[in-house]
């Protein structure tokens, strides 16, 4: 009667969490030496399906699961008692996969037509209500490849230092809500045209299946590619002993990400556009 919720609850999500690390070290020789580390992260959280079926809310309900784990190398060389170099190289590996109770849903037996893609139950935005069914779908990693190199030599006050480092960042996402549609349901078709404020039943207006809006996200994944590159030079000087002087130079340049599918786009200022003959182009 008074179009106000009448259903409270309390739910829990139960997270697991599985987390090592090792580490190996190992002298060839005195001079060489060398060691690798891996680290490694499991996080899992389940929803509470409060109803036992796809109809649990998708959004906030869903169920999360992520993959860490980083491996590093190093081979330290000790070239002379004042010239030493370090070498490192890296991988760090990230996996997130998340996923609504409302996958798998039989859409079929349900009677949806074809058109309406079978990845999830559709949202219902029913008016005065909590949705039912939705979510977000989200599966994607992200990799990167490091390698590391710097030489340190000791001469008199100098402390010398020179290096750079080469990054390959390889990232791959596919994230998207309303894959298989989204239906609203408001109070226009059942309130009463004489009197229409106040009036009307947003489950009324489900049940008699008159959908108000609706929508459907085509989604696509993204395959992105980038590059980091940096070098420097270093110089700690000990001008006596309560002085010292910190010097270096730096340089760092990455690139855009690029997909490659060439499906991105940005806005060049500077391009002439052939149509407009004016600077200014999406490309």
Not at 23 to 43: G, P, V
Not at 85 to 103: A, C, E, H, N, Q
Not at 155 to 177: D, P, S, V, Y
Request: charged share 20%.
């Amino acid at each position: 009667i008074t179009n106000v919720n009448n259903y409270g609850e309390q739910t829990r999500r139960k997270t697991n969490n599985d987390q090592w690390v090792g580490r190996f070290d190992h002298n060839l020789t005195d001079k060489h030496r060398l060691s690798y580390r891996l680290a490694y992260n499991r996080n899992l959280i389940l929803p509470d399906t409060q109803f036992g079926n796809y109809l649990t809310q998708g959004e906030g309900n869903d169920i999360f699961e992520r993959y860490y784990s980083q491996q590093t190398g190093s081979w330290v060389w000790t070239i002379n008692p004042s010239t030493y170099s370090d070498f490192r190289v890296g991988y760090l590996r990230t996996i997130i996969y998340r996923d609504p109770p409302t996958s798998g849903a039989d859409l079929d037996r349900l009677g949806y037509p074809g058109i309406i893609p079978r990845v999830q139950f559709p949202s219902h935005q029913i008016a005065d209500f909590t949705e039912l069914g939705g979510g977000q779908t989200v599966d994607g990693g992200l990799h990167t490849i490091t390698a590391h190199q710097s030489v340190t030599r000791i001469t008199g006050n100098h402390t010398i230092k020179f290096g750079g480092e080469i990054w390959a960042i390889r990232r791959n996402r596919f994230q998207f809500g309303g894959l298989s549609g989204v239906f609203q349901f408001n109070r226009d078709l059942t309130n009463n045209p004489q009197a229409p404020q106040n009036s009307g039943y947003g489950t009324a207006t489900f049940l008699l299946g008159a959908v108000n809006a609706g929508s459907l996200t085509i989604g696509d994944k993204r395959y992105e590619r980038g590059k980091y590159v940096a070098g420097f030079l270093q110089d700690d000087w000990r001008i006596n002993q309560r002085l010292t002087l910190n010097l270096g130079l730096r340089y760092d340049f990455e690139t855009n990400p690029i997909d490659i599918y060439d499906r991105k786009s940005n806005f060049n200022f500077f391009r002439v556009n052939p149509i407009t003959n004016q600077p200014g182009v999406l490309e």
